[in-house]
Nanobody, 123 residues
Framework: QAQLVESGGGLVRAGGSLRLSCEGSGDSFSRNAGGWYRQAPENQREMVAVITTNGTTDYTDSVKGRFTISRDSTKNMIYLQMNNLRPDDTAVYYC?????????????????WGQGTQVTVSS
């Protein structure tokens, strides 16, 4: 399994921007779909954005038009550019690798996870 390390979280005011980075190691990282999940206090972890090996992207509805996921397979990196942040975006954001698609859903049954990075958006 890939080893993942996130960076780029922090505190920002509503309307601001942050860029999260996920660095992966291991041969499987560039061969798998990867993405970002988030978990707010007392909420379940939810998918935010996913990118496949050929660059196809998928987003949860609440971030469409505000967040952009990208990857650089030559550097084993996945990024999440977050613009126009809102207080309800506040959560711990996790990088995941090894996602699989089942119908319209993404499954993380066999995924590798990073340790998470805190994103806090103040009003």
């Amino acid at each position: 399994q890939a080893q993942l390390v996130e960076s780029g979280g922090g505190l920002v005011r509503a309307g601001g921007s942050l860029r999260l980075s996920c660095e992966g190691s291991g041969d499987s990282f560039s061969r798998n779909a990867g993405g970002w999940y988030r978990q707010a206090p007392e909420n379940q972890r939810e998918m935010v954005a996913v990118i496949t090996t050929n660059g196809t992207t998928d987003y949860t509805d609440s971030v469409k038009g505000r967040f952009t996921i990208s990857r650089d397979s030559t550097k084993n990196m996945i990024y999440l550019q977050m613009n126009n942040l809102r207080p309800d975006d506040t959560a711990v954001y996790y990088c995941a690798n090894g996602l699989t698609r089942y119908g319209s859903r993404w499954l993380a049954l066999f995924a590798s996870w990073g340790q998470g990075t805190q994103v806090t958006v103040s009003s």
